[in-house]
């Protein structure tokens, strides 16, 4: 039996890809991954002008399925594999002519804070917070994690993936990366009024504009996406990627070498 991880729905121009699995924290696993990337794909063949990333439960999502990980008869390969797919989703919302709203309620760590950033407008509640967290773990960032740095900067993106610092959703609005910060409470029709007024624009004007735009501050995300899917196969098999996974699980301090 397959589990539902993501929903979809289709109304007037607007495609909203729910992410469903919020009692497991929205993991980035291969079925998830593999049904994200079908809704993505759908929303493109029925022509959506706007495509709502949105999640249930306390998180956007917490990120990779470290249990899978750890579980894994080649980690390596798992890793890879599922790096892949996952920037094959990255891909599909930065290339797309649809503008993509990402709304986070929760906390968007690991993979799951660059696939949020992904959007090209991020809404969050005043209680999300944006975490890379691989450091913890003793892997290095995927997801489009490395691509952050267009928006963030150099230097910011630096501490968050060496130091594991956590940004709130505040700071990340004031970094440039979130476009409106509102109680969680009104998150839901801040978006549904954003998405309107997306609606109500020129599609061709608006497409137009999206490529102009990211063709200029990063114009080969394909090229960044495959060495992030190369780093973090390899780490994932290592020494260090091992016990950096064991210690999280077995909640302890990892001992790297």
């Known amino acids: 039996m397959t589990n539902q991880y993501v929903s979809y729905a289709f109304a007037d121009g607007a495609a909203r890809i729910t ?3 919020g009692d ?15 809704a993505v794909l759908r929303a493109k063949a029925d022509g959506a002008r706007v495509v709502v990333l949105a999640a249930e439960g306390r998180f956007f999502s917490v990120g990779g399925d470290l249990s899978a990980f750890a579980g894994a008869d080649d980690p390596s390969a798992l890793l890879l594999d599922l790096a892949e797919s996952v920037h094959r989703v990255v891909t599909e919302l930065v290339r ?3 503008i993509v709203v990402s709304v986070v309620h929760g906390t968007a760590a690991g993979g799951g804070f660059p696939l949020a950033a992904a959007a090209d407008i991020v809404l969050a509640a005043d209680t999300a917070k944006f975490s890379l967290a691989y450091a913890k773990v003793g892997l290095s960032p995927d997801c489009g994690g490395s691509l952050l740095v267009h928006t963030l900067g150099l230097h ?4 968050l993936a060496l130091l594991g610092d956590v940004l709130t959703a505040q700071e990340a609005a004031d970094a440039g990366l979130v476009a409106r910060v509102v109680p969680a409470d ?12 997306l609606l109500a624009g020129s599609p061709g004007a608006f497409a137009a504009a999206k490529r102009l735009v990211r063709d200029v501050a990063g114009p080969a995300p394909e090229a960044a996406l495959r060495r992030e899917a190369e780093s973090i196969s390899a780490l994932a098999g290592s020494p260090n990627g091992q016990e950096g996974i064991a210690a999280f699980l077995e909640k302890r301090r990892p001992r790297f070498s």
């Open 19 to 21: 992410l469903t699995a």
């Open 24 to 38: 497991r924290g929205n993991p980035i696993e291969p079925q998830s991954t593999r049904q994200l990337h079908e």
């Open 96 to 98: 797309s002519d649809a």
């Open 156 to 159: 910011r993106v630096l501490r």
């Open 186 to 197: 009104d998150l839901a029709a801040v978006a549904d009024d954003v998405v309107a007024q």
